[in-house]
């Protein structure tokens, strides 16, 4: 059972500001979670094995090719200055 003083230590680590008005609420609602965890950590667990991703399903992969799909030479052509394929932009370094 925790207490306003602990929900307004828990609120200033997670920079959360909890009004004085709200402290009460929030103390209640921060109990319920806790309690709630409780009962999670009291479930039987000896017989579950530990799952990866919960669909159980296989990842799809991609054959892992380098395509390019720009058409560079229509891309330039509204360029207002472009050299070897790049477009050519004002210095800003000297």
């Known amino acids: 059972m925790t207490d306003a003083a602990t929900v307004r230590d828990v609120a200033a680590l997670a920079r959360l500001a909890?009004?004085?008005?709200d402290i009460?609420?929030?103390t209640a609602e921060f109990n319920q979670?806790?309690?709630l965890f409780d009962a999670l950590s009291s479930a039987d667990t000896t017989d579950v094995a530990p799952m990866i991703n919960p669909?159980?399903?296989?990842?799809r992969l991609r054959?892992?090719?380098v395509e390019t799909l720009v058409d560079r030479a229509g891309l330039m052509q509204n360029a207002p200055a472009s050299e070897e394929d790049y477009f050519l932009v004002p210095r800003v370094l000297d």
């Open 18 to 21: 909890i009004s004085d008005q």
């Open 24 to 26: 009460e609420n929030a």
């Open 33 to 35: 979670t806790l309690a």
């Open 55 to 59: 669909l159980d399903s296989a990842q």
């Open 63 to 65: 054959v892992d090719s």
